[in-house]
């Protein structure tokens, strides 16, 4: 489709190239070669008459200025094309196949979306998932068309989208079944030197837990590994007295695949709550608003 001499589909390349600042890495992120996506740049600056992205000195590019006032009027003039594309008609799981691309980390996979793949097999099996590793960058993610559904903790979400509550978890220690120094309820002064197994998404900033901690007791815990998600701290902790600090629904789920048991804290931590987020261009796809409420009643049903 052409408006003004400019092939539409152009949009979508200038989107990626915005956001990556990479040709390589944008043409990855749309599953398009590198030789197309460079094709499409040299269009793209021959349309607006500017370089777009220069490369400077080691390897580094950057966004021209006229680049970079593109960016939220690109973005926006492709949620407009979303939201009239997925129309108001009612959903049906015998609908033909539509694939949906979900941000989660593993916790939720294991604790909700492993569920959900086996119940969609058989209610709804034109739907097809797409589930994308949680990383930092997901408050940016969820802006961007071809993330469909963001599923994080309250801090990874995003004020100015909607979302609802999926699910609440309390929070426990787990220990390895042989580790004789703790015992079924962890005092505070072991707490403070055991060693523990931490999940950091960025390998920097520390997790809710002991952000929670530190700044309500003013006092650091012990870390002595860092494991980018939450699955990984099962692994770590077994043949080891050392400890981790998760979601309960997740230890139990630790309990039963490692020789690991349940402990309690020593304190009771906030609740560990769980979000689902969409754009506001979503609010009339029908299919994402079934999926919504599919997952809700599949969370309804978590023990």
Not at 36 to 60: N, P, T, V, W
Not at 131 to 153: F, K, M, Q, Y
């Amino acid at each position: 489709m052409q408006f003004r001499q400019l092939n539409l589909n152009l949009l979508i390349y200038l989107d990626a190239l915005l956001a990556e600042k990479n040709v390589t890495r944008a043409a990855s992120k749309i599953f398009l070669s590198q030789s197309a996506m460079s094709e499409a740049l040299s269009q793209l600056r021959e349309y607006f008459g500017d370089q777009l992205l220069i490369s400077m000195a080691g390897k580094r590019t950057v966004l021209t200025p006229l680049a970079e006032s593109l960016i939220i009027p690109v973005r926006d003039i492709l949620l407009q094309i979303e939201s009239l594309a997925m129309g108001t008609g009612n959903f049906q799981p015998s609908s033909p196949t539509r694939r949906l691309t979900i941000m989660a980390s593993e916790y939720t996979t294991d604790v909700l979306l492993k569920k959900a793949v086996a119940r969609l097999y058989k209610e709804a099996p034109g739907i097809q998932l797409e589930i994308r590793r949680l990383v930092p960058s997901c408050t940016e993610e969820i802006g961007r068309p071809e993330l469909d559904l963001l599923i994080a903790s309250g801090v990874s979400i995003r004020p100015d989208l909607p979302n609802e509550q999926l699910w609440e978890d309390t929070v426990v220690c787990v220990a390895w079944s042989k580790n004789h120094e703790v015992r079924d309820r962890i005092p505070m002064d072991k707490y403070l030197t055991t060693g523990h197994v931490s999940v950091r998404l960025d390998g920097n900033m520390a997790s809710e837990y002991e952000r929670w901690f530190e700044n309500r007791f003013g006092k650091t815990l012990p870390v002595e590994v860092v494991v980018p998600e939450f699955s990984n701290v099962g692994q770590l902790i077994e043949g080891t007295n050392r400890i981790g600090t998760v979601p309960r629904r997740l230890a139990k789920v630790y309990a039963a695949n490692y020789s690991l048991r349940l402990v309690e804290p020593p304190v009771e931590f906030p609740p560990f709550k769980e979000f689902i987020q969409w754009r506001k261009s979503q609010e009339k796809d029908s299919t994402l608003l079934w999926f919504r409420n599919f997952l809700k009643s599949l969370a309804a049903e978590l023990k």
